[in-house]
């Protein structure tokens, strides 16, 4: 993966994002101990007051849960709670599969985010983002539309990124971390412009996925992915250690 930047990291939040990528990776599963605060002093050199603002935000966010005179744990997701999410890949799915995939650029623009979304995402009004609308097309049939927006703030080098050869949210997975992310599902009805889209019917049953991810609190992209109604579903698939992983299947 690409580097963000060439800003410099303070020495708290590397150890913040030492511990969470050990945690989003697998590398401490839920339940597992984490390294004392002894053991991150000696590692990193530093203060024990450094180590526990760490854990506190750790620990207010609900990736960790520290016991008195035990020791800090991995938490284990809530049953009501997404922390581990399924990223769709829709290149990769269709290759698994052995189907033909293809996607088409409708629309790529770099531009200032539209105030409603701005407030809506809590960033600046001048916030700069790239604006791209694309189709997904399997087996020569309209799979899904995306309406994204990507961050130039947080992932400065997509600016260069045509996307002819690789769709938007498979580019995204293979240059960009992500720690956080919010799924939205709801219906709708698909309007003139999106039903001629997606070969549809006008006011036909549709499936609306909104997804945003976050990498240390800084927004990465928030899409609307639109699927026709008919042939798809929304699965939620369950796991004692890993939490919930929502999906659209076909």
Known sequence: MNQENNAPVSL??????????????????????IPSESDFMEQYQCSRMTVNRVLSRLAERGLINRR??????????????????????????????????RHEILLRREERIAPAKAKELQLATDHKILRILCLHIVNEKPEAYEDRIISLAKVPEVAAETFEE??????????????????????????????GILGIETNAACLKLNRRTWHRAELITDVDIIYPGLGHEITGVFSSNLGSFPQVNA
């Open 166 to 195: 690789t769709p938007p949210g498979t580019w995204l997975l293979g240059h960009i971390p992500w720690n956080e992310a919010k799924h939205t599902i709801r219906a709708i009805n698909a309007d003139t412009t999106l039903a």
């Open 12 to 33: 708290s939040e590397q150890i913040q994002k030492d511990i969470e990528e050990n945690i989003i990776n697998g590398h401490w599963a839920p339940g597992d101990k």
């Open 68 to 101: 008195r005179k035990a020791g800090s744990f991995v938490s284990a997701p809530q049953a009501d709670s997404v922390m581990f999410m399924q990223i769709r890949d829709f290149a990769k799915e269709a290759k698994e599969t052995g189907q033909q995939y």
